[in-house]
């Protein structure tokens, strides 16, 4: 992360804001996280330009070697988006705010929507790698919370409702949209660890019994914060391993790009088609 002088996170927000707004003066309507080996969507992105996170001040930069580290601005299905191209995670060191400094940006550049993608392992028996999962509910088990600390008046209230944080309508539109197009894919319920590691398998039957149908180590932090500022969140996880009983067996990170990759152009379909209703 660039160096600067010390200043309060809702000043660093605004300087971020400010020098991107410089580079790029245009609003936009939907953010875009595009999780581990999902990033081909932008290939679908009509470009108008391209910001690399080192540039931005205070933005976290990309330590996972599957995320490129630029925010991506254009037209998606008549939409100004920004996208973007790798995220951050808990694991590489960063605090939840810092996770979770991205989504705080992009809502005060405009958007009224955000879109986030994962890869994540398949609790659920029936799911089946390169398959898609929608999330419509989440387990949340970091050991921090990104709304911890003095609560930002200016983006939400103190104790905001989680009662609904996925967008139950667009959930019902996903799943429409994945049948007219003869997609494999389930709804279901994403738990979050902080890893690195992967689970154990006596963690897997734990997650199983809590009621968790995928598993991952992202998404939550940047929904809670979504819903602080009352965003409208749609989530989608790639299954790029299986976490089933009889099912499990050492993963490859080569193996869940692969699984990723499988997944990803039905994952770009729904997202696209349902940016187009928005």
């Excluded at 933005?59 to 100004?80: A, C």
């Excluded at 997650?207 to 995928?214: E, H, K, M, P, Q």
């Amino acid at each position: 992360m660039r160096q600067e002088p010390t200043i309060c996170y809702s000043e660093q927000i605004s300087h971020a804001v400010n020098d991107i707004v410089e580079k790029f003066p245009k609003r936009v309507d939907v953010g875009i996280i595009l999780g581990t080996g999902l990033g081909q969507l932008i290939q679908h992105i009509t470009i108008e330009k391209e910001i690399p996170y080192e540039e931005i001040p205070y933005f976290p930069v990309s330590t996972v070697e599957s995320h490129k580290g630029k925010l991506i601005f254009g037209k998606l299905e008549g939409k100004s988006v920004v996208a973007m191209q790798g995220r951050f995670h808990y694991y590489e060191g960063y605090s939840m705010k810092e996770v979770t400094f991205p989504v705080r940006v992009m809502y005060k550049l405009g958007i009224q929507h955000l879109f986030v993608s994962n890869a994540a392992g398949g609790l659920n028996p029936d799911y089946q790698i390169g398959g898609l999962m929608v999330i419509n509910d989440h387990i949340d088990l970091f050991p921090e919370n990104p709304l911890r600390g003095s609560n930002l008046d200016d983006f939400g209230v103190r104790f905001p409702d989680m009662s609904e944080p996925y967008a139950l309508g667009l959930v019902e539109k996903a799943m429409q949209i994945a049948k007219n197009n003869s997609l494999e894919i389930h709804q279901g319920v994403y738990a979050a660890v902080q890893g690195p590691n992967l689970e154990t398998k006596a963690e897997y039957k734990y997650l199983r019994t809590i009621g968790a149908d995928a598993i991952g180590m992202s998404t939550i932090p940047e929904v809670i914060v979504a819903r602080h500022m009352d965003l409208p969140v749609f989530a989608i996880s790639a299954i790029t391993d299986l976490c089933s009983p009889g099912n499990i067996k050492k993963v490859k990170i080569e193996e869940v790009l692969a699984a990723a990759a499988k997944a990803e152009p039905g994952m770009g379909i729904i997202i696209k088609e349902l940016i187009k209703t928005l």
